[in-house]
């Protein structure tokens, strides 16, 4: 209240949610959705990138995989879970999340830095 009275919700101003922010928690929940706490040692943590605006927020997402595997439903796991944990914690709409798979890890050469498996 305002000398007496309410202030109506168009004057009390709002709140901004920087947009590195949205992609700490894009990047965490991407990080959630591949099933680990922390990634192995051999594996870059998720980097997300997001633009935010009018209330939505999309998502570009830097993944790294373990293979073989099924690469879409990891990826379709990864989008769901971001747009379902940015949607929550920050009240914004999530009309798109691009994923990049960056590199597959191959069980059979296991940590061979640079080496191409054919």
Same mark, same amino acid.
């Given at each position: 209240?305002?000398?007496?009275? /309410?202030?109506? %919700?168009? *004057?009390?101003?709002?709140?901004?949610? $920087?947009?590195? !922010? &949205?992609?700490?928690?894009?990047? +965490?929940?991407?990080?959630?959705?591949?099933? /680990?706490?922390? %990634?192995? *040692?051999?594996?870059?943590?998720?980097? $997300?990138?997001? !633009? &935010?605006?009018?209330?939505?927020? +999309?998502?570009?997402?830097?993944?790294?995989?373990?293979?073989?595997?099924?690469?879409?439903?990891?990826?379709?796991?990864?989008?769901?879970?971001?747009?379902?944990?940015?949607?929550?914690?920050?009240?914004?709409?999530?009309?798109?999340?691009?994923?990049?798979?960056?590199?597959?890890?191959?069980?059979?050469?296991?940590?061979?830095?640079?080496?191409?498996?054919?």
């Amino acid at each position: 209240m305002r000398g007496g009275r /309410a202030v109506v %919700p168009a *004057e009390r101003g709002a709140t901004r949610i $920087a947009d590195r !922010v &949205v992609a700490k928690i894009a990047s +965490r929940a991407a990080l959630e959705a591949l099933g /680990a706490t922390a %990634p192995p *040692e051999e594996h870059e943590p998720p980097r $997300a990138s997001v !633009v &935010v605006h009018d209330g939505s927020a +999309r998502v570009r997402v830097l993944i790294e995989l373990d293979y073989p595997a099924d690469i879409g439903a990891r990826c379709r796991a990864v989008r769901e879970r971001i747009a379902e944990r940015v949607g929550e914690l920050t009240g914004m709409e999530v009309p798109e999340v691009i994923i990049t798979v960056e590199r597959l890890h191959s069980a059979h050469t296991g940590r061979l830095s640079g080496v191409r498996v054919r």
